[in-house]
């Protein structure tokens, strides 16, 4: 299976700034299609999982635009340009790309 | 708005057979544009992606569980289901139901997830 590793674990962060974190994929995500199958998902206390990114950058419906996706073959990023008390959560990456899909281990957003 | 739910027990004996179902409204799992997913969620593994079922009833299960696992459709109940079979405590977990854009094999990452249901696995 594809390997897929966050860092940090936790991401202590002051509300109004930026916060980043790293998804790296143990393989290369590039289908032969040329697309890439990297999504990233936000799960706050007590809820499900939500798609915020799909296909590395795109942004879903009524995701806030402080919300950024980027990287190629292996490396991942995703941004959050102000952090507002609603970001507070565990995000994940998934890889869609190899069989069978896989997350990354998550990453927990807290307030300072 | 499409909405899932699951159902089942949420407590099941080692050695028997878990067993869930996902109920979807506000859409069809009819649309080929999707395919049908389960997901689970444990603290030592995190989230691990179960497999999957197709409209047309075609399936795909992850290699680590597929000797054991079941995914079916009922189009007419419009809903899905998730057999796993001789359970034992590592298949505790919360299971969700999710919707997936994708084609064979690529995921374009689930857009609609269940509320998720606690499944624990003792005697």
């Known amino acids: 299976d594809v390997v897929m590793t966050q860092s940090p674990l936790s991401l202590p962060v002051t509300l109004g700034q930026p916060a980043s974190i790293s998804c790296r994929s143990s393989?290369?995500?590039?289908?032969?299609?040329?697309?890439?199958?990297l999504s990233w998902f936000q799960q706050r206390p007590g809820q499900s999982p939500r798609r915020l990114i799909y296909?590395?950058?795109n942004r879903d419906s009524g995701v806030p635009d402080r919300f950024s996706g980027s990287g190629s073959g292996t490396d991942f990023t995703l941004k959050i340009s102000r952090v507002e008390a609603e970001d507070v959560g565990v995000y994940y990456c998934?890889?869609?790309?190899?069989?069978?899909?896989?997350f990354g281990g998550g990453t927990k957003v807290e307030v300072k | 708005q499409v909405q899932l739910q699951e159902s089942g027990p949420g407590l099941v004996k080692p050695s028997e057979t878990l067993s869930l179902t996902c109920t979807v409204s506000?859409?069809?799992?009819?649309?080929?544009?999707?395919?049908w997913s389960w997901i689970r969620q444990s603290p030592e593994k995190g989230l691990e992606y179960i497999g999957y079922?197709?409209?047309?009833?075609?399936?795909r299960y992850s290699p680590s569980l597929k000797s054991r696992v079941t995914i079916s459709i009922d189009t007419s109940k419009n809903q899905f289901s998730l057999k796993l079979s001789s359970v034992t405590a590592a298949d505790t977990a919360v299971y969700y139901c999710a919707r997936v854009p994708g084609v064979d094999i690529l995921n374009f990452g689930m857009d609609v997830w269940g509320q998720g249901t606690t499944v624990i696995v003792s005697s």
């Open positions: 296909k590395v950058s």
């Open positions: 079922v197709y409209y047309s009833g075609s399936t």
């Open positions: 506000g859409g069809s799992v009819y649309d080929g544009s999707y395919y």
């Open positions: 998934m890889q869609g790309t190899h069989w069978p899909s896989s």
């Open positions: 393989q290369s995500l590039v289908f032969s299609d040329g697309n890439t199958y």
